[in-house]
């Protein structure tokens, strides 16, 4: 889970951070295969949300994953 600038957003990927106490309920971000997330690629609302979940990993969300974008095909 990394924040750090990179050159182009990818959909192939998304960081999902899972609710601990809502099930189905979950914050998710593009971001590439390492889990990196492009935080000026964001808008300010998805930014807070990524950083109020970062912030709460073990409180209110599960350790984030790294996934496959529901729209890509292998």
């Given at each position: 889970m990394n924040s750090?600038?990179?050159p182009l957003i990818c959909d192939d990927y998304e960081l999902r951070f899972e609710s601990l106490f809502?099930?189905?309920r979950a914050l998710a971000f593009p971001c590439d295969a390492q889990g990196g997330v492009s935080l000026d690629a964001l808008s300010d609302r998805a930014r807070q949300n990524y950083?109020?979940?970062r912030a709460v990993?073990?409180?209110e969300y599960a350790t984030p994953i790294v996934l496959r974008s529901r729209g890509v095909r292998n």
């Open positions: 750090r600038p990179m809502k099930a189905g950083l109020f979940a990993v073990g409180r």
